[in-house]
Each structure stands twice: as C-alpha cells, then as structure tokens.
C-alpha cells in the first residue's frame, strides 16, 4: 500500500478551521483515501472518504488535487472535543489488499480553549 | 445495530499465561480484522477474514497468536505464553466488502502483561 506522511502534530483554538495534509506520493490508480479519528483509549472513528476532488460531509471535508498524491482534511470551526489523533489512510479496498491497511502514527491534533 | 464490540476491554495477565479476546462485528459485515496498537503508535494489521477464511497474515502474527471465526460471525484471538512486549491495545474492525470499505472499529481490549 501507498505510504503515507502526516505532521506528528498540530495546535489549534476553538472556533478555527483546521487542515491537515497527507502525502502519499506512490498512491495507486485503485486507491481510496480514508481519515479516521481517534480518541484516547477507543478504536478509530471513520470521519471521510475520497477518491478525486472534493468530498463533504457533516464533519468535514477533503481536499484531493488531480495528481492525488496528496490530501488535505478540513476540519471547520473545531471545538475542544475535536482534540484526538487523526489518521490517513490510503488502499485498495476492492481486493484481498484491504486487509493491509497501513494507519502510520497520524497527527495529534490539540485544540485550545 | 449496535456496533463492533469486543469483550473483555481490559485485561492484566502474569507472562506465561494464556489470554483470549473476543470480537462481536456489526451483524452484517462479512469482513473482520484484528490490529494491535502501542502508545503512540497507529494500529499494526495482525489478521483479516472474510466470513470464516483467514485470508491475510500479518509477520508480526508469531506463532503464539492464532485467530479465528468459526461461522463466521464473531472472532477470537488468543495469544499463547504471552510476554511483556505483547502488552497493547487489541482492535478490532469490521466491514462490508465493497469498492468503498469503510471499516468500523471495536473500542478495543487493553492488555497488560506483568
């Protein structure tokens, strides 16, 4: 699977917008880009998905340029709860490789009062 | 539905003891796969079915590590003579297989092994 490279670490205020990029310069034709969330001592919590574009939902958004070797997730007006470690993944999940999912060690994002 | 459950979620053995984690996916998903996780560190991949076949192994699933999903439903891991190093948290996922997998994780079972 395609490796993927975040920032060990970000600093935020509540009530900012919050973007995270993701590299994953030897991302496949076949692969999908997923971000989960994760609090302290629960399982990772599925946020987006994305395969080209622009992708939106009620939490966030995604950012895919057209080369796709990169992605940016957006996070609107974060809040102390938003505080957790966020993971991008990036995989072919229309084969037996889904079972390699690779999460890397994320981004630790920390949101100030 | 009530999600990915796992049982117990925690757990603190004497090294040389047997420990055996059980997994509830979401009734119906047909893809199950077990992670390990240290502090600081995102999830490892062990192991991953679809329905009862085991399809996928992970190096760092040594021969003290076997799972299983007999119907293919839930799952067990059981770690044989476990050692210091194999205290982690042990997650469970589950999903539907498609073009678009998402998977949904379990809250997950802490392991201590003193």
């Known amino acids: 699977l395609a490796k993927t490279t975040q920032p060990i670490s970000m600093d935020s205020y509540e009530g900012q917008e919050v973007n995270i990029t993701c590299s994953h310069n030897n991302i496949a034709t076949n692969d999908y880009i997923t971000w989960y969330q994760q609090f302290p001592s629960q399982g990772p919590r599925f946020i987006i998905q994305?395969?080209?574009t622009k992708v939106t939902n009620e939490v966030a958004s995604l950012f895919i340029p057209a080369d796709r070797k990169s992605s940016t997730l957006s996070l609107p007006r974060v809040s102390l709860s938003d505080t957790a470690v966020y993971y991008c993944l990036v995989g072919d999940m229309t084969s037996t490789n889904a079972g390699k999912s690779t999460f890397g060690d994320g981004t630790t994002l920390t949101v100030k009062p | 539905d009530t999600g990915v459950s796992q049982d117990p979620r925690h757990k603190i053995t004497k090294r040389g003891q047997n420990v055996t984690f059980r997994c509830d996916p979401i009734?119906?998903?047909?893809?199950l796969y077990w992670y390990r996780q240290t502090l600081g560190q995102g999830p490892e991949f062990l192991t991953y079915f679809q329905n009862e076949a085991q399809l996928e192994k992970s190096r760092l699933l040594s021969d003290r590590f076997s799972a299983e999903r007999p119907k293919g439903s839930f799952s067990t891991l059981e770690i044989q003579r476990t050692e210091q190093g194999d205290s982690a948290m042990y997650l469970c996922?589950?999903?539907?297989?498609?073009?678009?997998?998402?998977?949904?994780f379990g809250p997950g079972t802490r392991l201590l092994v003193l």
């Open positions: 009734s119906e998903h047909n893809r």
């Open positions: 996922a589950s999903s539907s297989e498609g073009a678009r997998e998402t998977q949904y």
């Open positions: 994305g395969y080209k």
